[in-house]
């Protein structure tokens, strides 16, 4: 079987939904074998993924609230790409929101499709070293707590349990292995 034979082809798209972060379209595809499908999209700019490292041995988590999980999480800093932004610049500016913290190094370490099934999000993934601390310039709508830790510590709380957002077990991976 080729690439060729499990493409398939929009036929018509529906934007259903509209708002600051997501567009919801409905599509009706033609699947490889000529018969009919509807795929629900969800649009999104993508995100920028920070990995910021003091040193080596340490990395910077954040702590905050997610609504749609009714869950505090810990998290690498990251944040939504405005509308054609370069990720770079979206990662320093959400390093420096979210944190406080600026970086002189920065390395790109690729990118992922965390739900490819139903989005077009990208997350592109940063490291961040040579940190000076700064102050924090959060949203008015964000609450964060900033931790330094140990970067086998928050291996190990990813194998605990404790460590549940993908965007930041993909990120430790990335400096872990």
Do not use: C
Not at 31 to 45: F, M, Q, S, T, Y
Not at 137 to 151: G, S, T
């Amino acid at each position: 079987m080729t690439t060729k034979d499990l493409i398939e082809v929009k036929e018509s798209s529906n934007k259903v939904y509209e708002g600051k972060i997501l567009t919801l379209v409905v599509d009706k595809v033609r699947l490889p074998d000529g018969k009919d499908a509807v795929r629900e999209v969800i649009i999104h700019n993508g995100g920028a993924t920070i990995i910021a490292q003091p040193d080596p041995s340490k990395i910077v988590l954040i702590r905050q609230f997610r609504y749609p999980i009714g869950k505090v999480f810990w998290e690498v800093p990251a944040g939504r790409l405005n509308i054609n932004e370069i990720p770079l610049d979206a990662a320093k500016r959400e390093l420096k929101e979210e944190t406080g913290y600026i970086a002189n190094k920065w390395e790109h370490l690729g990118i992922i499709y965390p739900v490819p099934g139903y989005s077009t999000e990208v997350l592109y993934f940063f490291k961040a070293t040579e940190l000076v601390d700064d102050e924090q310039e959060l949203d008015a709508d964000e609450n964060i707590e900033v931790k330094v830790m140990d970067l086998k510590q928050a291996w190990q709380m990813v194998k605990d349990g404790e460590i549940r957002d993908g965007k930041t077990v993909a990120a430790l991976s990335l400096v872990m292995f």
